[in-house]
């Protein structure tokens, strides 16, 4: 299958900081790129959806000047969770799709740890 | 509310056997259908699809069922390795390829050598 990569796998910051993730396309061109978030115990709940070259469209409830994405290339696309707080603490996965597929490949997810 | 439902938490199985994961959906829209499995600290893995076109799809030791009058699908995996042992989402979406994959909760398999 396609790989994608996700980075970091980890991170702790402090409240109030921003945090960035990336999530990179590194066999195949992503025109589409997903950001979930996972709670523990729960389900995988999708954020937004980024097309490459345009703005990302936000599911309901989603913040979209907390949750910067940026999906400035076929193969990038990036996460930022602004003035992060202990709730914004969670597992958070990218999934990416080419052009025409019907599956799409996913990231080896971020903890993100707001202290 | 929850359009997809895995309502078995865990499931132990002996190596070798059969294991059967189950998952239930409301949304009737639903046409397509996917089975993840994920490790911790990893995402998660595709593992089959199905379409609502088809009532089974198999792939190596594994198998999945769609019974769209009971809108209910599982997975079998047989013969079950340790290897196997992680958590296996299953994943909906009223459209082939769209945007928003609908998960359940997962059911962690631990397969006993």
């Known amino acids: 299958g396609a790989v994608v990569s996700q980075h970091p796998s980890w991170v702790i910051c402090k409240s109030g900081t921003s945090v960035k993730i990336e999530c990179r396309s590194l066999d195949f061109q992503a025109t589409t790129m997903f950001w979930y978030r996972q709670f523990p115990k729960q389900s995988l709940m999708l954020m937004a959806t980024s097309n490459e070259g345009s703005k990302a469209t936000y599911e309901q409830g989603v913040e979209k000047d907390k949750f910067l994405i940026n999906h400035a290339s076929l193969t990038l696309s990036t996460l930022t969770v602004t003035s992060a707080h202990p709730e914004d603490s969670s597992f958070y996965i990218c999934s990416a799709r080419g052009q025409g597929w019907t599956e799409a490949f996913f990231g080896q997810g971020t903890r993100l740890t707001v202290v | 509310d929850q359009q997809v439902k895995q309502n078995s938490p865990s499931l132990s199985v002996q190596e070798g056997r059969i294991s059967i994961l189950n998952c239930d959906y409301t949304n009737s829209m639903f046409d397509y259908f996917l089975w993840y499995k994920k490790y911790p600290a990893e995402g998660p893995t595709f593992l089959i699809s199905?379409?609502?076109?088809?009532d089974k799809n198999e792939d190596g030791r594994f198998t999945v069922f769609l019974n769209k009058s009971a809108k209910h699908l599982s997975l079998h995996i047989v013969p079950s390795q340790p290897g196997d042992s992680a958590v296996y989402f299953c994943a909906a979406s009223a459209q082939t390829g769209a945007n928003n994959l609908f998960f359940g909760t997962g059911t962690r398999l631990t397969v006993i050598p």
């Open positions: 199905i379409s609502s076109i088809k």
